[in-house]
């Protein structure tokens, strides 16, 4: 009898404190909405018909360029695309490309042209969210050549060479400005065979005319091929002279009416590598939340680009890869707790190259190591559990039904680098996949030892690259 009333006073004991700590958790309030419909109006944005901001950038002054942000929802918009349609289309896009990084973070010995103080030389551009389009992809309006020829770039971490789709064309996809004819720039040059220049891309081809040859291909099928070249960008009236880029005469893919990308990797042939004397080798960037309206944001290079406030954490290298932002992850809070399970050791990058965590402007959905995305899960789920559950939904699997909410109290999620902790806004994790009411739990487990932290995750911050410090930085409330 005496062994029974204990038993019972200890279970007793333990609901009470299984209450106390599901009561105690830090909640945070999301107002849901849902996913945006397609903008099938034609937009037209130059340089010049911006609205300039004072508040983009904390240490803003005449000699740094800002510009609003806006959502890119018209490029290449199908007539009968929904919100739907193309949200599952960003998806299948993200999975390809995860893949692919995944695929070349295992490779030992990695191709790079293969794979997909304020000073006069701060500058800025601005960035576009490619959402409407189902891209993931986030893009900049950037002048090419003399006079400059204003066109939409992908903008992309994840990779180095930078280029743009050149007539004459062989074959290209559709763009929404006119393809870029380097016959009638001033500062187009061509780069012969057998120079140093052209010897810096991994695989470098000649064609008759002894002009130096480039190609990158993509996970997803797409290429572009052409001759490497040099040019002038111009970022509003801010020119960056000899740029080496690829002038694409072959070019197939799913850009999106995109001319072409601008590599923001870590590469040699990168922008930021290329053009680093210029501008100190830092540059920011705020993604704009994809599925509310657009939000003042920027991509700035030179020291206006490091905020003060901003909370940093230190680059690592991998010997094997010199293409991404690699970072060093701790483990996630949910609800001020952190999660039991979810340690430094799932995401060690070894002597090897293996594992590690890279942060990336291109991957929508961050993904984790499947071990510490079960426990994340798990950890989120139980703390929402006086929500509705609702349907899985392509790669999500906690998903839940929020129809007919104004607003709803979900559990705090905090990402804790190396001497950095990230408290992520409810809508960046907690995300419309319909317009039905239904929300998901916007991270996703991968079989891969490479983690990445997708730009879902990362809309609403200012994120630093101070690659003269060596570190990136992630500054709250940096699009406002």
Known sequence: MAAGIIYSGLLCTFLLLLSVSATSLRYQTLTPHSLPQPNKSPFTDSPDSQTLT???????????????????DTLAVPANATAESLFKHRLLRDSIRVKTIASLAAVKGHVNASRPGRTKADFSSSVIS????????????IGIGTPPRYAYMVLDTGSDVVWIQC???RRC?????????????????????GTPLCNRL??????????????VSYGDGSFTVGEFSTETLTFRKTKVNNIAFGCGHDNE????????????????????????????????????DRSMSAKPSSLVFGNAAVSRVARFTPLLKNPKLDTFYYVGLTGVSVGGVRVPGISSSLFELDNSGNGGVIIDSGTSVT??????YVALRNAFVSGASHLKRGPNFSLFDACFDLSGKTEVKVPTVVMHFAGADVSLPASNYL????SSGNFCFAFAGTSSGLSIIGNIQQQGFRVVYDLAGSRVGFTPRGCA
């Open 54 to 72: 004072s508040s983009t950038i904390e240490n803003e002054n005449e000699d740094t360029i800002s510009v609003d942000l806006h959502h890119l």
């Open 130 to 141: 490619g959402l409407a389009q189902g891209s993931g992809e986030y893009f900049t309006r």
């Open 167 to 169: 007539s004459p064309c």
């Open 173 to 193: 996809y559709t763009q929404s400005d006119p393809i870029f004819d380097p016959s009638k720039s001033k500062t187009f040059g061509g780069v012969a065979c």
């Open 202 to 215: 991994d695989s470098p081809g000649c064609n008759q005319r002894k002009k130096c040859m480039y190609q």
């Open 253 to 288: 893919g799913l850009f999106v009416g995109a001319a072409g990308l601008l590599g923001l990797g870590r590469g040699k042939l990168s922008f930021p590598n290329q053009a680093g004397r210029q501008f100190g080798s830092k540059f920011s960037y705020c993604l704009v």
């Open 367 to 372: 993904r984790l190591t499947r071990p510490a």
């Open 431 to 434: 995300i419309p996949v319909d």
